[in-house]
């Protein structure tokens, strides 16, 4: 049986933190499925559709052959199991992420106890890349070069003027 992983998020938008997830978690498992989430009671600053073409541009310029991505507006583990899907990527970098990643992997294992949650620490040098991170500065002017895809800084600038 293929290993299937699904990598969840908001990517709004993607950065190049999360690019690296998905380039390490491709090499580990037989596909990669990233889920856009698209949750009625967040707040987002492009559609989901805009989001998940996004991350698809960025991961056909990073040459990512075993992935697709999806959009999803309920649980994860529900998705996963219409997929087949065995593992839920979360990627780690602050202790403030550990307490919240700790909790919905436990939350996930209470309703889905055969999926497992696989956590993967950031790269040192995406650390301190979040999506929120680069909204606030692109919306104050500060230079987003080499935290998202080339492509889509002018496209945030535009989205964030709207
Ligand atoms: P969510 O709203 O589900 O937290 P995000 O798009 O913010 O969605 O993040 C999706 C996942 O990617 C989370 O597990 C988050 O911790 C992880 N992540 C975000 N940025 C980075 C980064 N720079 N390095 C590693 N993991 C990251």
Redesign the pocket.
Known sequence: MPKIAVY?????PI?I??M??IKRVSHIFDQVIVLV?NSSDKKYLFTAEERADIVRKAMNQMDVKNSEVCIHDGLTTEFMKSRKAQVIV????AVA?FEY?GTLANMNYRIAPEIETFMIF?RPE??F???RGVKELARNGGDVTGLIPDFLGPALIKKLAD
């Open positions: 969840p998020g908001s990517f709004d950065t933190g999360h690296d997830i989430a979360r990627g780690l970098r992420d990643e950031s995406y650390y890349i979040s999506s």
